[in-house]
């Protein structure tokens, strides 16, 4: 099992920035990649970013690019998604996940934190 803590989420205003973290613990090395989803109330749950542990390849999706950043600490197992010019679709609990392959669909991925809120007000 992996499980995976996410931290750094809040109120910020529109046009600022959050960073949120999320650290990996227990049957790490079987972790491929990491990434990043969100929800809005009443809306699925939707892709933002994803990153490889080894070679730190990165994807995004096109809501985000340019926006946002994800990166990684190796070793130290722990993601972050460096979030600038937030706007209020932004809006979502922000969950991170793990995935034994490289992925970027929900049922793709095997590990789920427990979310962290993000609101961007105007």
């Known amino acids: 099992q992996v499980q995976l803590v996410e931290s750094g989420g809040g109120l910020v205003q529109a046009g600022g920035s959050l960073r949120l973290s999320c650290a990996a613990s227990?049957?790490?090395?079987?972790?491929?990649?990491m990434g990043w989803f969100r929800q809005a109330p009443g809306k699925d749950r939707d892709f933002v970013a994803v990153?490889?542990?080894?070679?730190?390849?990165?994807y995004y999706a096109d809501s985000v690019k340019g926006r946002f950043t994800i990166s990684r600490v190796g070793i130290k197992n722990t993601v972050y998604l460096q979030m600038n010019s937030l706007q209020l679709e932004d809006t979502a609990v922000y969950y991170c996940a793990a995935s034994t392959k490289w992925a970027r669909r929900v049922y793709e991925f095997d590990y789920w934190g427990q979310g962290t809120q993000v609101t961007v007000s105007s």
């Open positions: 990153i490889s542990l080894s070679g730190g390849s990165t």
């Open positions: 227990g049957r790490t090395f079987s972790v491929y990649s």
